[in-house]
């Protein structure tokens, strides 16, 4: 025969901790829960806290500083000293950095993608119809030293797989969207590179010559590409070409990441930048 206990569970309360007046009291609680409902209570606070816990993780894994990775072992991280070009922003602010245009959103960035590829078509059709020949491709290839610092004199590798030259040619159209973005007036994100003085004069003359085509879409909408004056399109496309030449032409005499093209591989390796 069991034992009925003396007293049931009851709720009580006081007004002091210590005191003449801290004895307990019971009172009526507003419900009155079962020990089914008490348990699933303590789930969903105990669920409820993880959440809150690991939404919090996760926004502090997205920001990059330069402290996250000093407890990480990452010989990588600490020669390249990406997470010092990057820090104070997340890694998706950095990856829209880089992502292809909205023509309709940035008309005269998506002018800069077709320029280069119409730039990189002609260079491959120079190429392969032989227009530039063995020894005009081995003096482009010229400046390349081998580990004896001794140019080479092969001549210049263009037989590229279709998909490699395609992802070559989306990374240099990447890195105009990049430095398209962070050289705009009112951009949030203040990241370390400078552009040299040539840089700047091209980077100007190249937003000009692509505003210049654009008012020529606008008054003819309708009319097909090559309805356009040429004058304005070829002044485009060259010097979108020798922009990109200046853009490797930067000589680095104090942080590397002055370097517009070295800060843009540390946006390469931004998560979500390759989903995009």
Not at 1 to 15: A, E, G, H, I, S
Not at 164 to 170: F, S, W
Not at 198 to 225: F, H, M, N, R, W
Not at 238 to 267: K, N, P
Request: proline residues 6%; glycine residues 4%; charged residues 20%.
């Amino acid at each position: 025969m069991r034992t009925q206990p003396l007293w049931d569970n009851v709720y009580c309360q006081r007004f002091f901790v210590s005191g003449p007046q801290s004895q307990y009291f019971q009172v009526t609680p507003s419900f009155c829960p079962t020990a089914s409902s008490q348990t699933d209570l303590i789930h969903d606070q105990v669920y409820e806290r993880l959440g809150q816990l690991e939404q919090q993780e996760e926004q502090q894994n997205q920001t990059i500083t330069a402290e996250s990775h000093r407890t990480a072992v990452s010989p990588w991280l600490e020669r390249t000293r990406w997470q010092d070009y990057t820090q104070g922003y997340t890694y998706a602010e950095l990856a829209a950095l880089a992502y292809m245009p909205d023509p309709e959103q940035e008309p005269l960035l998506q002018l800069w993608i077709e320029s280069l590829d119409t730039i990189l078509d002609q260079a491959n059709d120079s190429i392969s119809t032989h227009r530039i020949n063995m020894f005009d491709q081995a003096r482009i290839n010229s400046f390349i030293d081998d580990a004896y610092r001794r140019p080479s004199h092969r001549p210049i590798l263009y037989h590229l797989q279709p998909a490699t030259a395609k992802r070559y040619r989306q990374i240099w159209k990447r890195r105009l969207c990049f430095i398209y973005r962070t050289t705009q007036p009112g951009q949030t994100i203040q990241l370390a590179h400078r552009l040299t003085g040539l840089q700047a004069d091209l980077l100007i003359q190249l937003k000009q010559s692509s505003q210049q085509v654009y008012e020529q879409t606008v008054i003819d909408p309708s009319g097909p590409p090559n309805s356009l004056d040429p004058h304005p399109l070829e002044k485009l496309h060259r010097t979108c070409l020798l922009f990109c030449i200046a853009l490797l032409d930067h000589v680095l005499r104090r942080d590397v990441f002055e370097s517009v093209v070295i800060g843009f591989f540390a946006i390469l390796g931004s998560r979500g930048l390759f989903s995009a």
